[in-house]
């Protein structure tokens, strides 16, 4: 009387699961606040702090000029967006729900519609603090003029692939010794404020600075981003190709893992911390 009935065909799985992805992002949406609008003033709000504290920052430090010819504050934006993009989409997928939350115990939930959603729901939220930000500067400051806005958001977009990828290792890995790699992802969130490379361009730094940066699949994303928003910036010392790399290494390690924790997981694990 109460089993339910499983789809047949592949199209009827697939439109099964696509909803289950849908309903697991806009559960994830609604974790920290019952109120979507609410949590979208909030995320904006959070961009713009981070905006105008780099721009005091310069201020203070007599760096209000960039090496590259533009808006000063479409430079800082440009970096903040990706940077904001890529941590709360690791930070999304390193706490979706793993093989051994509650919710796993349902039949037609599994960790791929938990990590789908998750990574969705950050996307979603991003995407549109990108738009309202850009819309209000637009209308209330001065006119956005971006050289090639469909390149540039697809920056973005390997951003957040890049913070999916390295979160979905996070997260693979937490079950096993969860404070460790919790302690781990901070670290690597925080110098990511610095390494992230969104407060200069990687043309201006000298062959001793950048190999402290070129590891980062974030800095590699800024620079190019900044490539495509100004007319006349050229990236010459990074690479659109790096983090498409990185992170489709960091993908297929996350899986495997994920795959052996599955395989190995035990909800007892988690009654016992």
Not at 55 to 75: A, E, I, N
Not at 155 to 172: E, N, T
Request: hydrophobic residues 55%; positive net charge.
């Amino acid at each position: 009387m109460f089993t339910t009935g499983r789809p047949k065909t592949l199209i009827g799985s697939a439109f099964v699961t696509l909803t289950l992805i849908f309903e697991a992002a806009v559960r994830e949406q609604r974790k920290g606040h019952s109120n979507a609008l609410y949590g979208l003033l909030l995320n904006v709000a959070t961009t713009i702090a981070f905006v105008l504290a780099f721009q005091f920052m310069f201020s203070v430090m007599g760096l209000k000029s960039v090496p590259l010819r533009g808006d000063f504050l479409l430079f800082m934006l440009s970096g903040v967006f990706l940077f904001l993009t890529h941590t709360k989409a690791l930070g999304a997928v390193a706490s979706a729900e793993g093989p051994t939350s509650a919710m796993m115990m349902h039949g037609p939930m599994n960790t791929v519609v938990s990590i789908t959603g998750a990574a969705l729901g950050s996307l979603y939220t991003q995407v549109l603090t990108i738009f309202l930000i850009l819309f209000m500067y637009h209308v209330a400051v001065k006119p956005v003029v971006i050289e090639d806005p469909a390149a540039a958001f697809g920056m973005m977009l390997l951003a957040w692939f890049s913070g999916c990828a390295i979160g979905l290792v996070f997260m693979a890995l937490s079950p096993w010794a969860p404070n460790a790699f919790g302690l781990i992802k901070t670290i690597y969130q925080r110098a990511n404020m610095i390494a992230s490379g969104k407060m200069f361009v990687a043309n201006a730094l000298p062959p001793t600075m950048l190999s402290m940066f070129s590891w980062n699949p974030l800095f590699h994303t800024i620079d190019q981003a900044r490539g495509h928003v100004f007319i006349n910036y050229f990236p010459h010392k990074t690479s659109a190709l790096y983090p498409v790399y990185f992170s489709l290494t960091f993908l297929m390690l996350g899986l495997m893992i994920e795959f052996f924790t599955r395989r190995h997981a035990s909800l007892s694990w988690k009654a016992g911390r």
